[in-house]
């Protein structure tokens, strides 16, 4: 496919095209050593044997409550800390100024072993959501052992659209109706819109899968500073 301008006249044909609705997708590479990485795998292990935790998206596999943040250490206050830098970075008003927001966080851990998946979900009532890899499993440098995290076309009704095999040919459109696939690695945090649908696609390997999750919203009563 040809793939015509994104903005902006096309040649000599008069023809503006513009980029509706973006959707954001952030990739980060979190400031953790491998030490930091290794405790915080211990903590959440460790906090696996000692709570049956909850279920919400998960299918199999662990997730704890989101209370992340009352047992996670040192380390797991200096990543949450980090995301909440990132996501100060990410926010504006309407007007692109940026602001002070006194978050709301809340926080849980995921541990997905063979065959354990995510169904997907969004997050209602929060403004950002994401997750950092403290162990990738090895599907990182092996495609074959899935876990990806899945993010869905969030344009409404492309899906059922007429002829769903044709999509306008320009940058952007090329996935209408269908998912996005993301490879996550060790160390990354991904940062999205907390309404853009998502799951994780069933890990196929003989290691363990852990992320931490979290949300920021406003706190009750509002959070601008």
């Known amino acids: 496919m040809t793939n015509t301008e994104d903005a902006g006249e096309t040649g000599n044909s008069g023809i503006e095209v513009r980029s509706l609705f973006p959707t ?81 966080v809340n926080a849980w851990a995921n541990v997905n072993r063979q065959g354990h998946a995510n169904q997907v979900h969004a997050h209602p009532g929060c403004l950002w959501s994401g997750c950092y890899y403290v162990d990738d499993g090895g599907a990182g440098e092996d495609s074959t052992l899935g876990g990806e995290l899945e993010m869905r076309d969030p344009r409404g009704l492309a899906p059922a659209m007429y002829v769903p095999e044709l999509v306008p040919a320009f940058t952007g459109c090329e996935n209408t109706g269908g998912s996005e696939i993301l490879r996550p690695r060790t160390g990354w945090i991904i940062l999205f819109p907390a309404w853009l649908s998502h799951g994780v696609r069933p890990y196929l390997g003989d290691g363990t899968r852990i992320s931490v999750a979290f949300n920021f919203a406003l706190p009750a009563g509002g959070g601008n500073g």
């Open 24 to 104: 954001p997708l952030i990739i980060a590479r979190a400031p953790m050593a491998e030490e930091d990485n290794n405790e915080l795998r211990d903590v959440i292990l460790a906090r696996e044997k000692s709570n049956p935790g909850v279920n919400h998206s998960n299918m199999m596999g662990w997730q704890s409550p989101d209370d992340f943040l009352s047992w996670g250490g040192e380390t797991g206050t200096k990543l949450v800390g980090f995301v909440q830098e990132l996501v100060d970075q990410l926010t504006a008003d309407r007007a692109g100024n940026r602001i002070e927001i006194k978050w709301f």
